[in-house]
């Protein structure tokens, strides 16, 4: 059996998947080639991409309002690329951001460099709720609190945190914080395609496909048609979402395996009944791990209760001089990469949709016998 992989990214992908696309190596679809060696503009691969994104659409019920865009440069070259398209929108120059955590500080730092961008609320300073004390970078700042410029091209919030583990899903209806029609940019690399998203709330999700969707390689970005079209003359043509859209992502040639194994994922995914059907293994394998984090003295997870991540589970343990020896004798029982991101410290199980429930009461088996040996 193969081990457990808890990479944060790039992650495990179903073994279904890598056996498939082993099998049609070196000869796709009897075309005599891989799909390494075909042209793009070709017959075979025109399917190939055509069917990743209509599958892509209809896993996250995306309308024909959005281009559905296969990008290169991954999600970070997206920090950038987000304001060099979208912030001449409206003639404004202005964006906001929500900071939780290092993504979406990242996102900050790069957009500053491009316009007037403010910080429309942070998590970044210890907090009350709910009776507890949280630290920085631990809760997401709640919707009443943000401030949001009527004017923006554009909100920003990255919707799960990788590294600190805070995942927010109530998108809201920015109407209702005096900013309608200021459209949400939301950064989703970490848990796209693991739970319905609703479109209606959002103006652009984007997604690196290392983490929830395929191989490294490809980015995916799912933009409102009517927010493109404007970008700055800085924006490089290849990387102008108006171009690539109209090009159907073949603007120039597009990174072509790594978008077929990602329609792979896509198919596999709609065998298994799509979103709504891995969101709820990913609910049961989110609180089998939080239900043994919770009632145990010996590891905790500090991220406040309602945002906890269903993809990403920081953890430590009380005695951190145990850490290497519970990573060593992880690895001994087939679970590997646990060690948590080096700005939290401690352990991270990344369980992204390819982590069946199985692998991680696997984890949560061997973290009870080593608790009840070292506890
Ligand atoms: C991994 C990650 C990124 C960076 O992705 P790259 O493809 O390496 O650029 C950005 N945002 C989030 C939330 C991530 O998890």
Not at 118 to 129: F, H, P
Request: net charge negative; with cysteine.
């Amino acid at each position: 059996m193969r081990p457990w992989n808890f990479s944060a990214g790039p992650s495990t992908l179903p073994l279904e998947v890598l056996q498939q696309a082993a099998a049609e190596m070196t000869d796709w679809g009897g075309s005599g080639m891989s799909v390494m060696e075909m042209s793009h503009r070709g017959k075979y691969y025109m399917q190939i991409r055509d069917e990743a994104e209509a599958d892509l659409r209809e896993l996250l019920g995306v309308s024909d309002d959005f281009a559905v865009l296969f990008m290169q440069a991954g999600a970070t070259a997206q920090n950038a690329l987000v304001p060099l398209n979208l912030i001449g929108r409206n003639g404004s120059g202005k964006a906001d951001y929500l900071l939780s955590g290092s993504w979406s500080n990242k996102s900050y730092k790069e957009a500053v460099r491009y316009g007037d961008i403010a910080v429309a609320a942070s998590s970044g300073e210890e907090t009350e709720l709910d009776g507890g004390r949280y630290a920085p970078w631990t809760w997401f700042p709640a919707v009443d609190t943000w401030r949001v410029r009527p004017d923006s091209a554009y909100v920003h919030l990255c919707s799960n945190e990788t590294i600190g583990g805070v995942e927010f899903m109530d998108w809201p209806d920015l109407a209702e914080l005096g900013a309608p029609g200021v459209p949400l940019v939301i950064d989703a690399s970490s848990h796209i395609l693991s739970r319905p998203f609703d479109f209606s709330r959002a103006g652009m999700v984007y997604a690196g496909a290392q983490k929830n969707a395929g191989p490294a390689g490809v980015t995916l970005v799912i933009v409102r048609r009517d927010l493109i079209g404007h970008a700055s003359p800085a924006c490089p043509s290849a990387l102008d979402y108006a171009n690539v859209s109209q090009a159907d992502s073949m603007f120039n040639t597009p990174p072509t395996y790594a978008i077929y194994v990602a329609g792979l994922v896509f198919k596999w995914l709609k065998k298994l009944g799509g979103v709504e059907a891995i969101e709820r293994e990913n609910i049961a394998k989110a609180d089998l791990l939080y239900g043994y984090l919770e009632q145990s003295d010996f590891y905790s997870n500090p991220v406040h209760r309602p945002v906890r991540s269903r993809m990403n589970v920081p953890f430590v343990l009380a005695d951190e001089s145990l850490n290497s020896t519970f990573l060593a004798e992880s690895e001994q029982a087939g679970l590997l990469a646990l060690k948590g991101h080096k700005l939290v410290g401690g352990m991270r199980a990344s369980i992204y949709n390819a982590m069946p429930l199985a692998g991680v009461q696997a984890l949560v088996d061997f973290m009870r016998d080593f608790e009840k040996r070292h506890g």
